[in-house]
């Protein structure tokens, strides 16, 4: 009689505990290849994607890696999509559907040490400049400009921002181009504040979109309404003053 009371319990217990698991959201995982040591980005990025997502009724996974490691566990289909890259940006497997609204638009600029050096804003600024030009491994379209103004000899990569201000600073490159939002952070904080490190040009404003995999495709076009609703309501730039004054803190 206890063995069969026993059981009922547990048959009861089951049958209680289905209603919560069919309330847990279903969750989806981006990479992305802005990191923490990218400043307030990260953060800025983190409270938009996640609340985009609950408005959708889906949990949000963000896992950060290298550029290279991002793209690759997209096309593995190791995770759902991507979370931030250009608009031209070519997947490395047809497997991502790029989302039509862009989270936010964000500008190039070339920096440099040097105070002789001054460029022309834009590309074109780079045509037959003698330096040598560092950028950031990962961002396709940075190299691809690159390639069209300046010969490839004279450009190199280098894995994050920091180690690209860093080389600047001790005479391994003469122009850094990375991303503004990313470099004006850094150059605000203690290790590079005095560092004569300032921005010489403006290469281009361009937009950033998040890709997913084939198989959340009905998610596409409902995530595109909502980064839109976002936008027009201020929010994309509410949080942005939010992640700015957290990294402050």
Wanted: glycine share 6%; with cysteine.
């Amino acid at each position: 009689m206890q063995r069969r009371h026993f059981v009922t319990s547990l048959a009861l217990s089951a049958f209680i505990a289905r209603p919560a698991l069919a309330d847990t959201p279903p969750r989806i995982v981006l990479s992305t290849l802005v990191g923490t040591t990218d400043g307030f980005v990260a953060r800025w990025l983190d409270l938009i994607y996640t609340d985009a997502f609950q408005r959708l009724g889906v949990a949000l996974e963000i896992r950060a890696y290298p550029a290279a490691r991002a793209a690759a566990e997209a096309a593995a289909g190791k995770v759902d999509g991507e979370l931030c890259r250009s608009f031209d940006y070519v997947p490395a497997k047809a497997n991502l559907l790029r989302v039509d609204e862009p989270a936010f638009h964000a500008s190039i600029g070339a920096y440099a040490k040097r105070p002789e050096i001054h460029l022309k804003p834009g590309w074109r600024g780079l045509r037959d400049s003698p330096y040598r030009i560092e950028y950031r491994f990962g961002y396709a379209i940075i190299p691809r400009r690159l390639a069209t103004v300046i010969p490839a000899e004279q450009t190199s990569g280098t894995r994050d921002a920091v180690s690209g201000l860093r080389k600047l600073i001790i005479g391994r490159s003469d122009v850094y181009v990375d991303f503004v939002d990313i470099v004006d952070t850094l150059l605000a904080s203690p290790e590079f504040r005095n560092s004569g490190v300032h921005q010489v040009a403006v290469m281009e404003r361009s937009p950033f979109h998040t890709f997913l995999n084939k198989k959340h495709a009905e998610l596409v076009p409902r995530l595109s309404q909502v980064l839109k609703k976002m936008r027009d309501s201020g929010q994309i730039e509410r949080y942005r003053q939010q992640a700015l004054k957290e990294l402050s803190l």
